[in-house]
C-alpha cells in the first residue's frame, strides 16, 4: 500500500504545477483517439454526452479529437457539476432540520 501512495505522489511530483489531472487526462483521450477509429468513436459519443450535460448543443466530429477540444469539453463539464453541486448545497442548506 505504500508503495502505491509514493508512486501516485511521485506522479503528481512529475506532472508539476503547471498541469492538472485534466490536463493528462485530455492528452490521454487524445492519444487514445488517435490509436483506433473504434476508440475515437467511442470518445466521440463520451463527449457529445458532457456537452449536453454541459448544455452545449455544438456537434462534435473526429476532427474535434484533439487535446485542446476535449480540455474545453471537461471545462466546460466540470464547471456545470460545479454550479448544481452548488445549488443543491445550497438548497439542502435552506431547508430547516
Do not use: H
Amino acid at each position: 500500500m505504500k508503495g502505491r501512495f509514493y508512486t501516485a505522489v511521485v506522479a503528481q511530483a512529475a506532472i508539476g504545477t503547471t498541469l492538472t489531472i485534466y490536463d493528462v487526462i485530455a492528452q490521454k483521450l487524445e492519444d487514445i483517439a488517435r490509436m483506433s477509429p473504434v476508440y475515437a468513436e467511442q470518445e466521440l459519443g463520451l463527449l457529445g454526452c458532457m456537452l449536453t450535460f454541459a448544455g452545449n448543443k455544438k456537434a462534435v466530429k473526429a476532427a474535434d479529437l484533439t487535446y485542446t477540444f476535449i480540455r474545453w469539453v471537461l471545462r466546460l463539464t466540470l464547471e456545470r457539476l460545479f454550479k448544481s453541486a452548488k445549488s443543491a448545497i445550497q438548497i439542502a442548506s435552506a431547508v430547516p432540520a
